[in-house]
């Protein structure tokens, strides 16, 4: 069985049950029965849960949060509201960088650039929690969608469009090995997901005598991932970093606790430090000097994926 969003939710709040049933003013095996999903959490109780482990409720009761791209919905919050694209040039003359963002994070920016930090820390709505070196920027655009372009430069396939839900990364992460995705995701969302970038390999229509003994997941398997764009599958998986002259390097990172312990202290680097982080394990490691880089990016699922392990480890629970 999959973790609740309820203890998900709790769990990167940093709070135990006992501290969220005081709060809530039930006994503990009532909160542990909300969140083993024994019993519904009584709608009157909804909006105070949320509130203690803030959390919006739909993220409470596991469903996507609701996404104003138009930019018209008020109810809807500036972190799930699309802004336009911002776009970072660089000293070095290196291929500039291409953001989609929310409302939210044009407005963090516009104080952000005021500080004297060696790093901003951007999360964007494609999927990348990007680190940029405050002295490697030249200028930066920022274009609302009534914009037709975005700066003055060529920005090549970096958009990807705007995908800001964690569930569509997982399952691009995952779609060598879809079949790990059956517990948590249903052969419908997965099919949905890989039908918005990948055309189908095989005709669907057509049916043959062994279609009769394929699970639904492997069908989708054969139907879309031999055609999945590299690039989709390389911003589900890869730790990209970009040096002067245009020099792009791009590593893979499994263990999404040790990516988010790794480089959640990335922003209280100095540029004159050695970054380190481990690719696979101890079998490789890589030290970046940080004033010859113009950003590191990492997948921004996998990264809130290792704050809610690096998190259930300090309260000692499994998810």
Known sequence: MTTSPIKKARIVAGLTQIQVAKAMGVSQPTYQRWESRAVNVP?????????VLDCTLSLLIGKPEPFDLLGIDKNISDKYTYFGEVAFHFHSGSRPLLLPISDAVYTYLNSALSNADAFIEITSLDNRTVFIRN?????????SDAYDDYGPDDYGDQHLGIFPYDAFWKILEHSECIECLEDEFSPQE??????????????????????SNQSDIQKIVDDYTLNLPEKYYDRARKVTWQLSKNRIRQVSKFDNKELYEEFSILPLSEEDDYFYFATESFHRSIFIKLANVDFISVPTHKYREGILESRAEDLSETI
């Open 43 to 51: 709608t009157k109780q909804l909006d105070k849960l949320a509130k």
């Open 135 to 143: 002295n490697a920027i030249s200028d930066i655009f920022f274009s």
């Open 190 to 211: 997965i099919k949905d997901v890989l039908s918005n970038i990948s055309p189908v390999c095989n005709n669907s229509d057509n049916t043959n005598e062994n279609d």
